[in-house]
């Protein structure tokens, strides 16, 4: 049998403020998205587009800060691999300055990571 592959994709969707969403995206289409897809694996970025979201299941609960309005995924070689590459990218000093352009760092009223492999 093959052995299992380390790679995952880390899958980052966060809830923005509606006060603050159009100055997000703005930040996020003009600064954030094409310096992290430049210095990341970064398989897309995405915005909520309007459409109204579907929520099923048998027990189906939506977090009082409303549906995720941002998602973005990164492939990443190993989670180790994960860890020390957020970090130096995060910490870099042209990242750190694009983060000092943020509209508002307090506007994430949710955030949720979650780390896959492919089945």
């Known amino acids: 049998m093959p052995e299992a592959s380390e790679a995952i994709v880390e899958i980052r969707d ?8 159009e100055a997000y995206r703005e930040w996020a289409s003009e600064l954030a998205g094409p310096w992290l897809r430049a210095n990341l694996d970064v398989i897309d970025f995405w915005v909520d587009d309007g459409h109204e979201p579907e ?7 939506v977090s009082p800060n409303g549906q995720p309005n941002v998602c973005w ?4 070689p190993s989670r180790a691999a994960r860890e020390e590459g957020f970090r130096v990218t995060l910490g870099s000093p042209e990242w750190q300055d694009i983060w000092a352009k943020h509209p508002n760092t307090n ?10 492999r492919a089945a």
């Open 55 to 61: 929520v099923a299941g048998s027990a189906p609960v």
């Open 14 to 21: 966060y809830t923005i403020e509606a006060e603050w969403f």
């Open 107 to 116: 506007a994430y009223l949710h955030l949720n990571v979650r780390f896959m």
């Open 73 to 76: 995924i990164i492939r990443w």
